[in-house]
Protein backbone atom coordinates (compact mmCIF):
# COMPACT_ATOMS: atom_id res chain seq x y z
CA UNK A 1 0.00 0.00 0.00
CA UNK A 2 1.26 3.50 -0.88
CA UNK A 3 1.34 6.01 1.26
CA UNK A 4 -1.02 9.16 0.71
CA UNK A 5 1.43 11.06 0.36
CA UNK A 6 3.62 9.33 -2.72
CA UNK A 7 3.66 10.86 -5.69
CA UNK A 8 1.62 9.28 -8.18
CA UNK A 9 2.29 9.63 -11.98
CA UNK A 10 -0.71 8.77 -14.14
CA UNK A 11 0.12 9.00 -17.84
CA UNK A 12 -2.85 9.09 -19.73
CA UNK A 13 -4.94 10.70 -16.60
CA UNK A 14 -7.07 12.71 -19.12
CA UNK A 15 -7.96 9.07 -21.23
CA UNK A 16 -11.27 6.86 -20.31
CA UNK A 17 -8.76 4.35 -18.07
CA UNK A 18 -6.30 6.91 -16.88
CA UNK A 19 -9.27 9.72 -16.07
CA UNK A 20 -11.42 6.94 -13.80
CA UNK A 21 -8.10 5.90 -12.08
CA UNK A 22 -6.55 9.43 -11.26
CA UNK A 23 -10.72 10.10 -9.96
CA UNK A 24 -10.47 6.92 -7.78
CA UNK A 25 -7.10 7.70 -6.11
CA UNK A 26 -8.42 11.52 -5.42
CA UNK A 27 -11.42 9.45 -4.11
CA UNK A 28 -9.35 7.70 -1.59
CA UNK A 29 -6.95 10.30 -0.34
CA UNK A 30 -4.18 10.56 -2.60
CA UNK A 31 -3.65 13.90 -3.50
CA UNK A 32 0.34 13.77 -4.72
CA UNK A 33 -0.71 13.16 -8.06
CA UNK A 34 1.29 14.16 -11.33
CA UNK A 35 -0.52 14.11 -14.92
CA UNK A 36 0.57 15.72 -18.26
CA UNK A 37 -1.27 16.18 -21.38
CA UNK A 38 0.14 14.93 -24.40
CA UNK A 39 0.91 18.59 -25.73
CA UNK A 40 3.00 19.00 -22.45
CA UNK A 41 4.88 15.62 -22.14
CA UNK A 42 4.91 13.51 -25.92
CA UNK A 43 5.64 9.83 -24.52
CA UNK A 44 6.79 9.10 -27.63
CA UNK A 45 10.07 11.78 -27.23
CA UNK A 46 12.48 9.23 -25.06
CA UNK A 47 14.54 12.29 -23.88
CA UNK A 48 11.62 15.17 -22.83
CA UNK A 49 10.14 11.49 -20.38
CA UNK A 50 13.78 11.23 -18.96
CA UNK A 51 13.34 15.20 -18.60
CA UNK A 52 9.89 14.32 -16.89
CA UNK A 53 11.17 11.74 -14.57
CA UNK A 54 14.70 13.83 -13.56
CA UNK A 55 12.00 16.47 -12.46
CA UNK A 56 9.08 14.75 -10.88
CA UNK A 57 10.86 11.79 -9.52
CA UNK A 58 7.80 9.97 -8.51
CA UNK A 59 7.10 7.20 -5.92
CA UNK A 60 4.42 5.43 -8.35
CA UNK A 61 3.72 5.38 -11.96
CA UNK A 62 0.32 4.42 -13.55
CA UNK A 63 0.58 3.80 -17.32
CA UNK A 64 -2.67 4.44 -19.38
CA UNK A 65 -1.35 6.22 -21.92
CA UNK A 66 -1.36 4.62 -25.42
CA UNK A 67 -2.27 5.69 -29.23
CA UNK A 68 -5.23 4.49 -29.39
CA UNK A 69 -8.29 4.70 -32.28
CA UNK A 70 -10.91 2.81 -33.49
CA UNK A 71 -11.12 -1.08 -35.24
CA UNK A 72 -10.41 0.81 -38.41
CA UNK A 73 -7.94 2.68 -37.59
CA UNK A 74 -6.25 -0.36 -36.07
CA UNK A 75 -6.78 -1.71 -39.13
CA UNK A 76 -5.89 0.80 -41.23
CA UNK A 77 -2.45 1.53 -39.37
CA UNK A 78 -1.80 -1.49 -37.54
CA UNK A 79 1.97 -0.85 -37.61
CA UNK A 80 2.19 2.32 -36.43
CA UNK A 81 0.02 1.50 -33.68
CA UNK A 82 2.35 -1.16 -32.51
CA UNK A 83 5.14 0.99 -32.98
CA UNK A 84 3.81 3.93 -30.89
CA UNK A 85 2.77 2.03 -28.00
CA UNK A 86 5.81 0.03 -27.58
CA UNK A 87 7.92 3.09 -27.46
CA UNK A 88 5.53 4.85 -24.98
CA UNK A 89 5.81 1.85 -23.25
CA UNK A 90 9.74 1.31 -23.54
CA UNK A 91 9.97 5.29 -22.03
CA UNK A 92 7.92 5.19 -19.41
CA UNK A 93 8.65 2.08 -18.26
CA UNK A 94 12.22 2.38 -18.62
CA UNK A 95 12.47 5.99 -17.27
CA UNK A 96 10.35 4.18 -13.88
CA UNK A 97 13.02 1.58 -13.61
CA UNK A 98 16.07 4.33 -13.76
CA UNK A 99 14.41 6.13 -11.41
CA UNK A 100 13.66 3.16 -8.90
CA UNK A 101 9.91 3.64 -9.30
CA UNK A 102 8.56 1.93 -6.21
CA UNK A 103 5.56 0.88 -7.90
CA UNK A 104 4.40 0.58 -11.55
CA UNK A 105 0.57 -0.08 -12.81
CA UNK A 106 1.05 -0.88 -16.83
CA UNK A 107 -2.63 -1.15 -18.13
CA UNK A 108 -2.33 -3.08 -21.09
CA UNK A 109 -5.70 -3.43 -23.64
CA UNK A 110 -6.66 -5.27 -27.08
CA UNK A 111 -8.98 -4.81 -29.61
CA UNK A 112 -11.87 -8.09 -28.84
CA UNK A 113 -14.37 -7.15 -31.36
CA UNK A 114 -15.06 -10.38 -33.80
CA UNK A 115 -13.03 -9.65 -37.21
CA UNK A 116 -16.14 -9.55 -39.56
CA UNK A 117 -18.28 -7.41 -37.26
CA UNK A 118 -20.26 -4.54 -38.82
CA UNK A 119 -18.76 -1.41 -39.14
CA UNK A 120 -19.76 1.08 -37.46
CA UNK A 121 -20.81 -1.11 -34.78
CA UNK A 122 -24.44 -0.32 -32.89
CA UNK A 123 -24.81 0.04 -29.23
CA UNK A 124 -26.88 -2.78 -29.28
CA UNK A 125 -24.46 -4.98 -30.59
CA UNK A 126 -22.86 -4.84 -27.01
CA UNK A 127 -26.43 -5.66 -24.58
CA UNK A 128 -26.46 -8.80 -25.95
CA UNK A 129 -25.04 -12.01 -23.71
CA UNK A 130 -20.97 -12.49 -24.42
CA UNK A 131 -19.94 -16.45 -24.31
CA UNK A 132 -16.33 -17.64 -23.70
CA UNK A 133 -16.67 -18.89 -27.66
CA UNK A 134 -17.74 -15.77 -28.94
CA UNK A 135 -14.29 -14.06 -26.71
CA UNK A 136 -12.15 -16.78 -27.98
CA UNK A 137 -13.63 -16.01 -31.17
CA UNK A 138 -12.27 -12.53 -30.91
CA UNK A 139 -8.86 -12.95 -29.82
CA UNK A 140 -8.37 -15.95 -32.46
CA UNK A 141 -9.94 -13.98 -35.33
CA UNK A 142 -8.42 -10.30 -34.71
CA UNK A 143 -6.69 -8.86 -37.51
Given at each position: ?6 KI????H ?10 N?MQ???T???G????EL????G????A ?10 V ?12 L?Y ?31 S??I?P ?7 K????T??T ?13
Amino acid sequence: MLDKNAKIYVAGHHGLVGSAIWNNLMQRGYTNLVGRSHRELDLLDGAAVKAFFDEEQPDAVVLAAAHVGGIMANLQYRADFIYQNLQIQQNVIGESFRHGVKKLLFLGSTCIYPREAPQPMKEQTFTGRTTISIWRTAMCCRP
